[in-house]
């Protein structure tokens, strides 16, 4: 590890935490129960701010808003120019504020600074101006139909939306499922992490700042079980988007299920193979396979949390990447020379701890890491174990971590086989030279995104969700705008058409 990993702490100015209330229809407000939480900042445990903690009447209070809002409000009855214009000036107001957002979200979930400078924030404003643009070209069709009828169909807004966001990107997380919801002409209800609420409430500031009417974008900050089980169980929300644990997801659908039926989309993690054929380049390979799974500390869903390599590369690309590891800079998430902040929290922190042991036990070699670092805050060495069988637990979970397994292949079918070989299937990566390799493999690998000599090659246009359990339903591009839509057809008779 560099020299000052996980130890000193960077002397930055912290920006002042301005919003940690509720924010219903349109107004900042405290709790119903008038009960609060602490929010940490994972560098030392301490506590940042006392944040309103809603629960099922505060939700009872949002949705009722966001109901009124969209049966009688103005957003989803204005023109798509119209809100995309409000949505533009959101995306303005928050990159006027862009450091102070970035120190926000480095502080609640240990994010680097530098990073959330150039990716996290100017990328919410980037997706708020993707859907923006959209927002007025949300078509039907023109149907073909028998000669006796025409038809159309009308894309309408799907209604009140709840959406529930996960604590590892809290401002991406938060604008890949809002702007479309806007663009699109819903309300909504956001429960953000309670690990990380304070840009969500921020935004929502903003929102209000950027001309949303009131009721159109309400965030209730609260626990999972009571406030996101409130909004998953309402009976006036339409449709919940969630992104989180398999485990919640399926609490997700069961309370969509016994309530009123509501659409529902999960994003549910991963155990995403990267696959190293003999052909790669070394020094790519190894760079793309650690920053994939370093990259955030590894709180990634589509961390390349399973390296396999083919047999006639793998000892080069092992060296190289133990090697690279081993010069990772860990340290305060403040400091520009970090690659690689302290993970969210102290369950995370232990959760990722104890997935090593379980490592150790189950008989992988641990090459390197495997310790925490420093003497406070949540910081991890990073983590690569060799030897890993596919069935070992390290191999199978989702440890949401600096964690990497790797794992030797011969042929390309058994790559193929093993990489696929996982309740999940949210991406995949491959490094290869070969064309007929890349192409065979991105076919078959049974994975909602597949990189090839690439990793994390996010784009707003890119349609982004997974196979199998790693959920369904797809955040970013324009799948994303049409799930919160709803199609209607129309029909009318038609007589004596000449076609
Ligand atoms: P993780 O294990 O990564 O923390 P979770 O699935 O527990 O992921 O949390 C993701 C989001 O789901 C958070 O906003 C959390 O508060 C919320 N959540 C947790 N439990 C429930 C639940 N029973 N119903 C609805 N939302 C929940």
């Known amino acids: 590890m560099a020299e000052s990993n996980g130890k000193t702490e960077i002397k930055f100015q912290l920006p002042e935490i301005k919003f940690t209330k509720l924010f219903i229809n349109g107004e900042f407000v405290d709790s119903v129960s008038g009960k609060t939480f602490e929010t940490r900042d994972p560098r030392n445990g301490e506590v940042i701010a006392e944040v309103a903690e809603g629960d099922k009447e505060d939700v009872d209070l949002a949705v009722k808003a966001a109901r009124e809002a969209f049966d009688h409000g103005p957003w989803p009855r204005m023109s798509g120019y119209q809100r995309g214009r409000i949505m533009m000036k959101l995306a303005d107001l928050i990159e006027q504020h862009l450091e102070e957002l970035a120190a926000i979200d480095s502080m609640d979930a240990g994010k680097l600074f530098h990073i959330g400078k150039i990716i996290d924030i100017p990328g919410a404003a980037h997706t708020l101006r993707y859907y923006a643009g959209a927002a007025d070209k949300i078509h039907g069709e023109t ?47 956001v429960k953000p992490a309670e690990q990380t609420p304070l840009s969500a409430l921020y935004y929502a500031h903003l929102a209000n700042l950027a001309g949303i009417p009131e009721g159109v974008l309400n965030v209730v900050s609260g626990f999972g079980p009571t406030a996101g089980a409130a909004l998953t169980s309402h009976m006036d929300v339409d449709k919940v988007s969630f992104t989180g644990s398999p485990e919640v997801g399926r609490l997700v659908m069961q309370a969509a299920a016994t309530s009123n039926l509501k659409q529902v989309s999960l994003e549910l ?128 979970d989702e440890i949401f971590g600096p964690v990497l397994s790797l794992m030797k292949f011969k042929t390309i079918e058994e790559g193929i086989a093993r990489a696929n070989a996982t309740r999940y299937g949210l991406a995949a990566g491959i490094v290869t030279k070969s064309l007929d390799i890349a192409n065979t493999v991105a076919r078959s690998v049974k994975a909602g995104t597949v990189w090839i000599n690439c990793y994390f090659a996010f784009d707003n246009d890119a349609a982004f969700g997974g196979y199998k359990m790693s959920g369904f339903g797809k955040d970013n591009g324009m799948e994303a705008l049409y799930k919160y839509t709803q199609v209607k057809t129309v029909v009318t008779p038609i007589y004596n058409s000449p076609w």
């Open 143 to 189: 149907l073909k139909m028998s000669r006796e009828f025409q038809g159309y169909t009308l894309r309408e807004p799907a209604g009140v939306v709840g959406h529930i966001i996960p604590w590892n990107f809290p401002t991406t997380m938060f604008f890949a499922k809002v702007a479309p919801a806007l663009a699109a002409g819903c309300t909504m209800v």
């Open 269 to 396: 993690g991963g155990k995403s193979p990267l696959i190293i054929f003999d052909d790669a380049d070394v020094d790519k390979a190894a760079e793309l396979a650690l920053v994939g799974i370093l990259f955030n500390k590894g709180e990634v869903c589509v961390a390349s949390s399973r390296v396999f390599v083919q047999g006639g590369i793998y000892d080069a690309v092992v060296e190289k990447l133990v090697e690279m590891a081993k010069n990772w800079p860990v340290g305060d998430p403040f400091d520009p020379s970090v690659q690689q902040g302290p993970q969210v929290d102290k369950v995370q922190f232990d959760r990722i701890l104890s997935y090593i042991e379980h490592g150790k036990r189950e008989g992988a070699t641990l090459l390197t890491g495997g310790n925490p670092l420093g003497d406070k805050g949540y910081y991890i060495q990073p983590t690569i174990f060799a030897d890993v069988m596919d069935n070992m637990m390290i191999a199978k």
